[in-house]
């Protein structure tokens, strides 16, 4: 903190305007300017709070890009530029900075090691020529979990999913606000001044939560996947893993049959209320060791360690959808390369071919997942399908909850696979229509 600032009756810093010259690289001048056309309400002359040095800089990048000052205007005083909070901007303004050869000094870590670093957070590459306290406190225990024995690789990957997964949390805060609380104030009229103090008031209560939350959520989901590790590790050979390091998994793809045509009957807003409460039941009701990787769009893909349970959910959970578009499922097991949070290879490339061939309210499921299933799911088979992308056609078969009413007695291609589609009993013109 400079040495002359002050403090105000809230007891936040206050700073000269040369003082926030000196700490933004904006003139005097351009900076007295622009407080005269009243580009920072709520600010006195000369007693600069963090908040109002944060919106300095942002005026000065908008300028960059073209924006005119008489628009900059027009945009704060009808409150579409809002102004940040005082803890976050704090936060960014009163750390010490260094360089990257001094932050390289300070945690061991060499300089490509720290851009590395950055670039799997997703941060801009530009960010390691003003590093600030936070920035080399991160460093200090990544170059501890390393000296600790830590794979660097492996590491860097948890990185990537640290970023990808605060970044999408952060991106969702923000949206989240501007739709529902921001652009409401607006179309009631609120003034400048009005939607900075209730934006900020509510910003300020909220914000101190996000951490306490996001550290209790991680306690409880590394506990919850720690517990299943072991579980798996208990029920199949090599805890599921490969000899190459690949993972052994099941993987279902889920979505809605007809969707692009029920967006353009209901609009956008309606539809994307019928994937939320699609995704919604989707996550309430499967199994504790199955999880949801991702979303997009109507389509959900997940993965678990014991595919029957992922084919018994699939069976059960399209009994009792009665909502139109219908879902349709697909599920497949096989061998994956783990990276970054996510799953790859042919295996699941496969999988989300097979949800692509069933109809709304099916589940088709390939051949390891019917060998690896129980008595309490029947399975049809539909025949040898030639799926996009793939030289080798694939057995489907459609599962569904009728105890003993298997008919594929098949084990994948070749003449057991002919032997089981004979065994099928009159499924084979329906195999051609699916071709």
Same mark, same amino acid.
Do not use: C
């Given at each position: 903190?400079?040495?002359?600032?002050?403090?105000?009756?809230?007891?936040?810093?206050?700073?000269?305007?040369?003082?926030?010259?000196?700490?933004?690289?904006?003139?005097?001048?351009?900076?007295?300017?622009?407080?005269?056309?009243?580009?920072?309400?709520?600010?006195?002359?000369?007693?600069?709070?963090?908040?109002?040095?944060?919106?300095?800089?942002?005026?000065?990048?908008?300028?960059?890009?073209? =924006?005119?000052?008489?628009?900059?205007?027009?945009?704060?005083?009808?409150?579409?530029?809002?102004?940040?909070?005082?803890?976050?901007?704090?936060?960014?303004?009163? !750390?010490?900075?260094?360089?990257?050869?001094?932050?390289?000094?300070?945690?061991?870590?060499?300089?490509?090691?720290?851009?590395?670093?950055?670039?799997?957070?997703?941060?801009?590459?530009?960010?390691?020529?003003?590093?600030?306290?936070?920035?080399?406190?991160?460093?200090?225990?990544?170059?501890?979990?390393?000296?600790?024995?830590?794979?660097?690789?492996?590491?860097?990957?948890?990185?990537?999913?640290?970023?990808?997964?605060?970044?999408?949390?952060?991106?969702?805060?923000?949206?989240?606000? %501007?739709? %529902?609380?921001?652009?409401?104030?607006?179309?009631?009229?609120?003034?400048?001044?009005?939607?900075?103090?209730?934006?900020? +008031?509510?910003?300020?209560? *909220?914000?101190?939560?996000?951490?306490?939350?996001?550290?209790?959520?991680?306690?409880?989901?590394?506990?919850?996947?720690?517990?299943?590790?072991?579980?798996? =590790?208990?029920?199949?050979? @090599?805890?599921?893993?490969?000899?190459?390091?690949?993972?052994?998994?099941?993987?279902?793809?889920?979505?809605?049959? +007809?969707?692009?045509?029920?967006?353009?009957?209901?609009?956008?807003?309606?539809?994307?209320?019928?994937?939320?409460?699609?995704? @919604?039941?989707?996550?309430? !009701?499967?199994?504790?060791?199955?999880?949801?990787?991702?979303?997009?769009?109507?389509?959900?893909?997940?993965?678990?360690?014991?595919?029957?349970?992922?084919?018994?959910?699939?069976?059960?959970?399209? #009994?009792?959808?009665?909502?139109?578009?219908?879902?349709?499922?697909?599920? =497949?097991?096989?061998?994956?390369?783990?990276?970054?949070?996510?799953?790859?290879?042919?295996? *699941?490339?496969?999988?989300?071919?097979?949800?692509?061939?069933?109809?709304?309210?099916?589940?088709? *499921?390939?051949?390891?997942?019917?060998?690896?299933?129980?008595?309490?799911?029947?399975?049809?088979?539909?025949?040898?399908?030639?799926?996009?992308?793939?030289?080798?056609?694939?057995?489907?078969?459609?599962? =569904?909850?009728?105890?003993?009413?298997?008919?594929?007695?098949?084990?994948?291609?070749?003449?057991?696979?002919?032997?089981?589609?004979?065994?099928?009993?009159?499924?084979?013109?329906?195999?051609? #229509?699916?071709?």
């Amino acid at each position: 903190m400079p040495k002359d600032a002050q403090s105000s009756a809230g007891g936040e810093e206050l700073f000269t305007t040369g003082e926030v010259a000196d700490l933004t690289g904006i003139s005097a001048a351009t900076l007295r300017r622009w407080y005269a056309r009243g580009l920072f309400p709520g600010v006195a002359d000369g007693e600069w709070t963090p908040a109002a040095i944060a919106q300095a800089r942002t005026i000065s990048r908008m300028r960059e890009r073209g =924006h005119s000052v008489e628009d900059l205007v027009e945009a704060v005083q009808s409150g579409r530029m809002i102004g940040y909070v005082d803890e976050l901007a704090n936060e960014q303004l009163l !750390s010490d900075r260094y360089t990257l050869e001094e932050a390289s000094k300070l945690t061991g870590l060499d300089p490509e090691t720290i851009r590395e670093t950055f670039a799997a957070l997703g941060l801009p590459e530009a960010i390691v020529d003003n590093l600030n306290g936070d920035d080399v406190r991160v460093l200090s225990y990544l170059a501890s979990s390393i000296e600790s024995g830590f794979p660097r690789e492996a590491l860097l990957q948890a990185i990537r999913v640290y970023g990808q997964s605060i970044a999408r949390i952060a991106d969702a805060e923000v949206r989240l606000l %501007h739709l %529902h609380v921001h652009e409401p104030l607006l179309r009631e009229g609120a003034g400048a001044e009005e939607i900075n103090a209730q934006l900020g +008031g509510l910003a300020s209560n *909220v914000l101190p939560l996000s951490l306490p939350t996001m550290d209790y959520l991680h306690r409880r989901y590394l506990t919850h996947y720690l517990e299943q590790e072991m579980v798996t =590790h208990l029920e199949t050979d @090599e805890g599921g893993v490969t000899g190459d390091g690949r993972l052994l998994v099941a993987i279902a793809f889920a979505d809605l049959a +007809g969707y692009t045509q029920l967006t353009e009957e209901l609009g956008d807003e309606e539809a994307a209320g019928v994937v939320e409460r699609f995704v @919604e039941s989707v996550r309430r !009701s499967i199994p504790e060791q199955a999880r949801i990787v991702k979303t997009i769009g109507d389509e959900v893909m997940l993965v678990a360690n014991d595919a029957r349970s992922l084919a018994e959910w699939a069976v059960g959970f399209q #009994a009792g959808q009665t909502e139109r578009p219908l879902p349709r499922i697909g599920v =497949h097991a096989g061998e994956v390369v783990y990276r970054d949070g996510d799953y790859f290879g042919r295996e *699941v490339n496969l999988a989300a071919r097979v949800v692509a061939r069933a109809a709304a309210g099916e589940v088709l *499921v390939t051949w390891p997942v019917v060998e690896a299933s129980g008595r309490a799911l029947g399975f049809d088979l539909i025949g040898e399908v030639k799926l996009k992308g793939f030289s080798h056609a694939t057995e489907l078969f459609l599962a =569904h909850s009728k105890p003993g009413s298997a008919k594929a007695a098949g084990k994948g291609s070749g003449k057991k696979g002919k032997k089981s589609a004979k065994k099928g009993g009159g499924k084979s013109g329906k195999a051609k #229509a699916r071709r």
